[in-house]
């Protein structure tokens, strides 16, 4: 079937900021003081194992940015050269690799590796009369037909093949880094695996190795389990609430990155331009982030929010479908965010560059006769990279976790994005009812913690590894 | 000192004036108050009548800076920005859509607000140094390592599962406490007890964490290591000089949050049904009330430069290195 790519705005960022990420990998490669520094993060367990951690996650949100509208099925009786029609809902590859999840919908909630409605509901006997039953589910469970009562001993039987599929899989990865390791050394096959377990390789590839065995776990037995059963059961609507999550990473990652991105050219010009240049240009520049630092974050989010709402509420004919407009809402909430949060940054900056101005080698240039803009370019801006880069880790977390409490007050995504708020917010009162719905708040939560938890953890070891006054 | 803070209060004036006009542009530059009315009513089937009827209701009807319409001094006062944001100076915040006076709802909520936020700052600053100093106390064993383990992870965590998980557990499971809702005087306390105990344990991984930091650094200080040389024991090192040396970035960095208690906390009260500037907030947002939000613009950036202020104050009152000139 055919379908017409699409390209939202945050999915253009988001490949840009991945076309950075490779461009500064290259770079990094060719100067010796970065791969040493790298080589720190690196070499440290707590490192390694997050950055696993965060390049599955980011896996998961680059499949689902690759945004497509398929192919209608071309209608009976249309003429042979009618033009190709195209949905208007925009997917993305991640809702087409996950198409038995998306589309397999229940009636309403059901637990976890259920088999059936978690509510009871009065049906027809087919003799006549009532019955008040819980009702089977359409698709949990629906390979085993009638025989429900095997479900234990089929997922256990899945859980085992599953598990063993992924130590062959990661058996597999782990021999091609042996032998990679080994060839690199110019030693012999046994002798790198050794070192690689006693942890004597310079980088920490035994934690690397341990999260990717548990990542291979989740991963294929996901894959194993989640086609049979609603492994996170179902939210109100009947979806699958393992697809939501998956869904809600892209929201996260693209908030937490983009937001950063975004603001990034206007701190770092700013910054650097307030501290090199002095005078008047500090003054106003001081004056202007004094100023959107005194309005408390939450409410400069919450009124610029209301108001960005309006803009795009009165003008619906800009966005042709429904997922550039909430596309939109959400590229302004990242520009939002991002213009409360770059005056911390811009402020490191300056008092960086008002250090690194007086430094022998820039007044060494200066005294050369090199201009202005080329002393920031070659001399400044290198040498607060790392307090960028440093800020830019340790923004994410804080931002993934700030998504979640403005989309639950209302000022967050749009409600029609799949996002941690949303799913919050959507499952806010289940708690409270009678028995209670606890899976939706988990996933989300859980997925939450795992993403924010390896990013706090990685943005440590970066930050130890970068800050000079930490080493 | 007197002079001093005179002059930060003349200092504060152009970043209130900066801050008017941020929110003068945000709510009546970006969107025309007739975009703003159709927002409301909603956006299809609504009649001109209607918008010029919701405008003059709220007094947005006047032109935004110049009303040629009238004579002398009302060509600059009878406009909006006059009528909405100048105002704010004097702190009138005009009407509510419910009609009531802004001001004076303030001035109410903010008993409830400071009852939540006070005993959640004052346990939370006692709380996260405490287990800061133990941290210290045990440093390179494996129960800073643990302690600090559990920071992270406490700080990973969604503030919105503290406030859920412990609702349920304690009002719902174990039925200690209302689940929500909020009574004047002594009574208020049956209500406070839970969201005090939750803003504490969900701030308490950050904050303990950043003062571990703080501690460290000033432990290995060379007035320390004389300390030490002098034969003090590592106790009477750590509570008599480290702890009173650390509380000098601690207390700076908290001053300034103090007038934003007033504020009180968003999530927390409207989890909790707590009647302060918090949940009035959310629901101004909800509700799509600009009035309110806008006021709460401006009341939240007159706390923080007070916090400021009084920062720069506090410099002098615990480090004497320090003059104000």
């Given at each position: 079937m055919g379908f017409l790519p699409v390209l939202l705005w945050t999915d253009a960022l988001f490949f840009l900021l991945l076309a950075i990420g490779v461009a500064t990998i290259v770079h990094v490669r060719r100067e010796a003081p970065l791969r040493a520094a790298w080589r720190r993060v690196g070499s440290r367990a707590g490192g390694m194992a997050s950055a696993v951690i965060l390049l599955a996650f980011l896996a998961i949100g680059f499949v689902d940015s690759l945004h497509l509208r398929p192919q209608l099925p071309v209608a009976n009786?249309?003429?042979?050269?009618?033009p190709v029609a195209y949905s208007s809902e925009v997917l993305s590859a991640l809702d087409v690799l996950l198409a038995p999840l998306r589309t397999r919908v229940e009636k309403t909630y059901s637990a976890p590796?259920?088999?059936?409605?978690y509510a009871r509901e009065t049906v027809e006997l087919p003799g006549g009369g009532q019955a008040r039953i819980y009702p089977r589910l359409a698709?949990?469970?629906?390979?085993?037909g009638e025989a429900t009562g095997e479900r234990d001993a089929d997922v256990a039987r899945r859980i085992a093949t599953g598990v063993a599929g992924a130590m062959e899989v990661w058996i597999a990865v782990a021999a091609i880094l042996v032998v990679m390791l080994a060839r690199r050394r110019g030693k012999g096959m046994g002798e790198a695996a050794r070192a690689l377990w006693r942890g004597?390789?310079?980088?920490a590839w035994r934690a690397a190795l341990v999260t990717l065995a548990c990542v291979f776990v989740v991963v294929i037995l996901a894959i194993k389990l989640a086609p049979y059963y609603h492994v996170f059961g179902t939210d109100k609507v009947g979806q699958d609430v393992l697809y939501l999550s998956l869904k809600s990473v892209r929201t996260a990652l693209i908030i937490g990155t983009l937001t950063t991105l975004v603001m990034l050219p206007f701190a770092v010009a700013l910054g650097i331009m307030a501290g090199y240049l002095g005078g008047w240009v500090d003054d106003v520049i001081q004056y202007v982030y004094t100023v959107l630092n005194a309005i408390p974050g939450v409410l400069l989010i919450a009124a610029a929010v209301l108001m960005m709402q309006v803009v795009i509420d009165t003008h619906?004919?800009?966005?042709?479908?429904a997922a550039e407009r909430a596309d939109a809402r959400l590229l302004a909430l990242c520009l939002i965010l991002g213009i409360t949060s770059w005056t911390g940054l811009c402020r490191l900056l300056r008092g960086e560059t008002l250090k690194l101005r007086e430094l022998e080698y820039v007044q060494a240039a200066r005294a050369f006769g090199v201009g202005t803009s080329a002393i920031l370019r070659r001399h400044v801006l290198p040498n607060v990279m790392h307090i960028v880069l440093i800020a830019l880790v340790m923004d994410f977390s804080g931002l993934v976790l700030a998504e979640a409490v403005l989309s639950y007050v209302g000022i967050?995504?749009?409600?029609?994005t799949i996002s941690f708020g949303t799913m919050i917010n959507m499952a806010r009162a289940e708690l409270a009812r009678e028995p209670a719905v606890w899976w939706s708040l988990m996933a989300a939560f859980a997925f939450m913690f795992v993403l924010v938890l390896s990013a706090n953890l990685f943005a440590d070891v970066v930050r130890d590894a970068f800050d000079p006054r930490r080493s | 000192m007197f002079a001093y803070v005179l002059r930060r209060l003349l200092y504060a004036l152009p970043i209130l004036i900066g801050v008017n006009l941020v929110t003068f542009a945000l709510f009546f530059v970006v969107n025309s108050p007739d975009d703003m009315a159709r927002m409301q009513l909603g956006?299809?089937?609504?009649t001109p009548e209607a918008i010029e009827r919701w405008k003059v209701e709220r007094g947005?009807?006047?032109?935004?800076?110049?009303?040629?319409?009238?004579?002398g001094r009302g060509q600059v006062t009878e406009t909006i920005f006059f009528q909405k944001s100048l105002r704010m100076f004097a702190f009138d915040f005009g009407r509510a859509d419910d009609g009531r006076d802004i001001a004076q709802e303030m001035r109410d909520r903010m008993g409830p607000s400071l009852a939540l936020a006070l005993p959640t700052f004052v346990l939370g600053l006692f709380a996260s140094v405490t287990f800061a100093l133990i941290l210290v106390f045990f440093r390179a064993s494996y129960l800073d390592f643990w302690g600090v383990v559990l920071c992270v992870a406490m700080m990973s965590i969604s503030s919105l599962f503290y406030i859920i998980g412990g609702q349920w557990l304690v009002?719902?499971?174990?039925?200690?406490?209302?689940?929500s809702g909020y009574a004047p005087g002594l009574d208020a306390a049956r209500f406070l007890v839970l969201p005090v105990a939750i803003s504490v344990i969900a701030g308490v991984g950050s904050n303990a964490r950043w003062y571990r930091t703080i501690f460290l650094e000033e432990i290995s200080r060379d007035y320390v290591r004389t300390a030490r040389a002098k034969g003090l024991s590592e106790r009477v090192v750590l509570f008599r000089h480290v702890l009173k040396n650390a509380m000098i970035p601690i207390l700076t960095g908290v001053v300034v949050v103090i007038p934003l208690l007033?504020?009180?906390?968003l999530l927390v009260e409207s989890f909790f049904g707590i009647p302060g500037l918090g949940s009035y907030t959310i629901d101004a947002i909800n509700a799509q009330d600009f009035a309110v939000v806008r006021a709460m613009v401006y009341i939240g950036s007159v706390l923080y430069i007070i916090g400021l202020i009084l920062t720069d104050i506090s410099y002098t009152l615990v480090d004497p290195r320090v003059r104000l000139e």
């Open positions: 009786g249309a003429a042979e050269n009618a590796f259920a088999t059936e409605l698709w949990g469970g629906s390979h085993l004597e390789a310079d980088l619906p004919h800009w966005f042709s479908t967050g995504v749009d409600p029609t | 956006v299809k089937r609504v947005y009807d006047r032109p935004l800076f110049f009303n040629a319409g009238v004579q009002s719902k499971l174990w039925a200690l406490v209302p689940i007033f504020m009180g906390s």
